[in-house]
């Protein structure tokens, strides 16, 4: 069989790293992209950095709890719900690039797929992001929910992880709440630019693959090359249907392909990563009020590839693979984003008014050659495609203190998201091996879409708005009583059209002209010259409108019963209608396609009781009600495919929402400053799961509730400082501290499914729970172990830090097998991950810098993604991911 080259050779990185006694100095710069909040440091006084004491601005919404970088302010201690907070300085110990990978540290999280948090082993619909307050749309076609790695560290302050429901925050919080945070006024102006270059030994300076595109693709916006082709652009509009024969089709086949974008190179050396962001901010004394202004600008470039295994098989015993394929990938990541923050200060009220913007940008090359059936043909596929994601964002948020008594909050914002995916080209040839083919030794593609090879092209796009608003009014009648009210209004739509052809020639096809390279095989004169048409494989409904609106409204109180005993309570009132109807592209209507409407309305209580046992230790209770909505793909009846994860979807416009019963105990121990001890244990019942299932011979993934799954765990944390200054003589230690921050999650799901279980799905004759769902089965995405572990040295009075950070989850469902072949699930086995990160403040040409260097995976661990019963084992899906080594330097004006 053939197969693609075989990755090869070693990257050999080598690192000097400077002896950070003999460089520390007595200030630090700010980590890049972050912004003083405290003055310089008197000598002999913890610097910034090392101040774990020292936190942004963080605010949570229709709460008393309102932190303003006060030093010795502990949030998680004072807040009324359980939070856990990931302050600039956590973020910068780590070096995480975007706030996924360092929200993965925080206890109880776990990061799945391309950047979505998981809390406590719920999957990310059950979880909310929102940023300063407000919620946040997303470009995946996929999701409602944001994908948290299109954030990059450098625009977010700091975040709030809320794990305990509030009535103050939206119905939608199964798993818990992501605030993220940015600031807006400085208390001194600043400039920070930074730099870095990285490896990785899988992928730089290796062999990987890539297409011409445009010239401009290194920006992460192609110069219009990709832009819908004259021909196509016409038909779109003229609501015609290829099916009618009233279509053109070869004038249009003939602008799909070229050069640019259908001739798979190969780079003999795939460059190294890199990045650049510059940040800047200043404030205003305008006599009374202080005016800040704050903005940031950064680029990254990245590569990977990854030689990856696939397979999969239809059988019982999985004795026989339907496919098995070995793909190069390469992925060339581009992310453009940019902040620009404008907030006013007048006596204790703020006005704070944020933009952000974020593009990311994937162009994507795989070659792969394989095996169907186990037969003796190989099929050797290209894939090559562009895909951009792009979030605006912008909101104003507003804090007023009417009366020492009284305050007001209001917030409102717009955000808009897109993802356009044009030209996604899709090429398969094919090889018999058979001495009766006189082409049997060749790859061929006759574009006959079976056994001589296809040939398809798509075209999808996606754009969604969403306008929010909300208001809180706090009353204080008494120091141990405070009220709260509020309401708020949600609005998002979204539209979204995926368009599929496949290009087929006549059975007359010339077998030399079969072996023709893609670019050539399907230019304008062999269309021409051969009759080659296109099919639109998807005529059904290739577009569909969402929309989801939520008016909601809450009263909440906190009081301080004793000086010990205290409970925050509350209820939410959300009325909500979420619609999935697909958009009349043709002219000529076809078949109909079920439509969804869900209007539910629900009362959502919370309470937490926390008793004070002594100053520095205490208990919190917390019993809530919850609730998670259908996602908008997971509405619709219409295949799409997910490239990202290889497999095909299919939505069930029958879903229902799903009610969660939380409840969870807590014991926290602050013993010193920022240090503490904290063991939790945690229960969910929910009724409705939305889960997936896989069904038919082409492994489509589609949607349906499980009549209920039960969830419970717990967690420790430990955080802990330890004084070096007593260790020897050596003045290395004098002024150092050691660092160790632990955490441990315990999950444990099950799905309940009983014999008579009804279940509903859209096309199946079958209405039995148990034809789509096993009894004991764990939720998707759920892995029962995670532990973090961060044990590190640091400097207490400059800028110098050296940590290693251990990751761990264990094995996690990320697909159900196929229900009426009575398979095993498959299961992600997640690598054990081992980073190094060193800060170090050093001073070079009268300027001070921070130097940092990251080393990734240190242990070399693979990714896994298998399907066994013991005796045969599929992989559906495996790679190396390497060792990654990232250097950068930044400094402060």
């Known amino acids: ?145 944001v994908p948290l790695d299109l954030f990059p560290t450098n625009i977010v302050s700091s975040s709030l992880v809320q794990k305990s ?189 944020t933009n952000l913007y974020i593009r990311d940008t994937l162009k994507h090359t795989r070659l792969g050659v394989g095996h169907r059936q186990e037969t003796a043909v190989d099929f050797m596929q290209q894939d090559t495609a562009w895909y951009e994601r792009q979030l605006i964002d912008t909101q104003v948020v507003g804090e007023f203190k009417l009366t020492p008594e009284l305050s007001l909050d209001v917030r409102g ?52 708005d969403l306008w929010s608003s909300g208001i809180d009014l706090s009353y204080r009648p008494t120091p141990e009583l405070s009220l709260t009210a509020g309401y708020a209004f949600l609005n998002t739509s979204r539209t979204s059209s995926r368009r599929d052809f496949q290009f087929t020639a006549p059975s007359t096809f010339p077998e030399g002209v079969a072996l023709l390279r893609p670019d050539l095989l399907l230019r304008p004169s ?41 409970i925050d309570a509350g209820v939410r009132y959300e009325k909500a209608k979420e619609t999935v109807s697909p958009i009349q592209v043709f002219s000529t209507p076809g078949a109909s396609l079920a439509a969804t409407s869900l209007k539910n309305d629900y009362w959502l209580p919370s309470a937490t009781v926390t008793w004070q046992v002594r100053p520095d230790m205490q208990f919190r209770v917390n019993a809530s009600k919850t609730i998670a909505r259908p996602q908008f793909r997971e509405l619709i009846y219409q295949f799409y495919f997910d490239p990202d994860t290889n497999r095909r979807y299919q939505g069930n416009p029958y879903l229902q929402d799903s009610q969660l019963y939380n409840g969870e105990a807590r014991f926290e121990w602050y013993f010193a400053r920022d240090q503490r001890f904290s063991l939790s244990g945690f229960y969910k019942r929910i009724k409705n799961p939305i889960e997936t299932f896989i069904s038919g011979g082409e492994f489509i993934t589609s949607f349906a509730n499980a009549p209920k799954a039960n969830l419970y765990g717990g967690e420790v944390e430990l955080q802990k400082y330890v004084d ?88 996690r469902v990320t697909s159900r097998g196929l229900a009426n072949q009575n398979q095993p699930d498959v299961y992600e086995r997640p690598p054990i991950n081992l980073d190094f990160v060193a800060r170090q403040g050093v001073h070079l040409a009268g300027r001070q810098f921070d130097v940092k260097f990251e080393a990734r995976n240190i242990l070399d661990k693979d990714y896994r993604e298998t399907q066994s019963n013991g005796t045969n084992t599929v992989v559906y899906n495996a790679y190396r991911i390497g060792r990654t080594f990232n250097f950068s330097l930044s400094t402060t004006f």
Request: hydrophobic fraction near 35%.
């Open 1 to 145: 069989m053939a197969t693609p080259l075989k990755l090869a050779g070693l990257l050999l990185i080598s690192s000097a790293l400077v002896a950070p006694a003999a460089i520390a100095q007595t200030t630090s710069a700010p980590a890049a992209g972050s912004q003083p909040t405290d003055p310089a440091p008197v000598p002999g006084q913890p610097a910034k950095e090392a101040d774990q004491g020292s936190v942004p601005d963080i605010s949570i919404p229709g709460s008393d709890i309102i932190v303003t970088g006060r030093r010795g302010a502990n949030i998680q201690k004072s807040a009324p719900a359980v939070v856990s907070i990931l302050s600039s300085a956590d973020i910068a110990r780590t070096g995480d690039g975007n706030i996924a990978g360092a929200l993965g540290r925080v206890t109880g999280l776990s990061v799945v797929g391309s950047g979505y948090v998981y809390v406590r082993g719920l999957g990310d619909r059950y979880s909310l992001a929102l940023l300063n307050g407000s919620p946040l749309p997303s470009p995946e076609p996929l999701k409602r929910v």
């Open 165 to 353: 429901y509030s009535a103050n925050y939206p119905g939608e919080f199964g798993g818990g709440v992501i605030n993220l945070t940015t600031s807006v006024i400085p208390a001194e102006s600043f400039v920070t630019v930074s730099g870095g270059i990285g490896a990785n030994d899988e992928t730089t300076a290796q062999m990987g693959y890539t297409y011409y595109g445009s010239g401009s693709d290194w920006t992460g916006f192609d110069n219009g090359s990709r832009d819908i082709p004259p021909a196509l652009k016409a038909f779109f509009r003229s609501g015609e249907r290829i099916s009618s024969g009233n279509v053109d089709t070869g004038a249009i086949a003939s602008q799909l392909v070229s050069f640019d974008n259908a001739l798979v190179q190969r780079v003999q050396d795939v460059a190294p990563n890199y990045s650049a962001t510059i940040s800047g901010g200043t404030s205003f004394d305008l006599g009374g009020a202080v005016l800040g202004l704050i903005a940031t600008a950064g680029y990254s470039n990245r590569w990977v590839t990854r030689d990856q295994t696939q397979q999969n098989s239809l059988t019982p015993d999985l004795g026989t693979l339907e496919n098995d394929f070995r793909r190069v990938t390469t992925d060339n990541r581009i992310i453009v984003n940019g902040l620009l923050g404008v907030g006013l200060e007048f006596g204790d009220n703020k006005i704070r008014w």
């Open 413 to 464: 914002g717009f955000a808009n998201s897109q993802r356009e995916a044009p030209a996604e080209l899709t090429l398969e040839y094919v090889r018999t091996n058979s001495a009766s083919d006189p082409l049997g030794q060749y790859f061929v593609n006759r574009l006959n879409n079976g056994n001589g090879g296809d040939a398809t092209i798509s075209y999808s796009d996606l754009n969604e």
């Open 526 to 566: 062999v269309i021409d010259t051969f009759d080659i048409v296109l099919i639109e494989t998807n005529e059904g409904n290739p577009a569909f409108r969402a929309r989801l609106r939520n008016h909601a409204g809450y009263g909440k109180f906190n009081w301080q019963i004793t000086p010990q005993l205290s």
């Open 724 to 811: 070096l200054s007593g260790v020897g003589s050596d003045a290395f230690f004098a002024t150092r501290r050691l660092v160790a921050i632990a955490n441990y999650t315990y999950t444990k799901s099950k799905l309940k499914v009983g014999a008579d279980d009804p279940v509903a799905v859209f096309g199946s004759s079958s209405g039995n729970a148990t034809d789509f769902f096993r009894d004991g089965a764990p939720l998707t995405g759920q892995s029962d172990h995670l532990v973090n572990l961060q044990l590190g040295i640091e400097d207490q009075e400059s800028l110098s830090q050296q940590t290693l950070i251990l990751s761990y989850a264990s094995k």
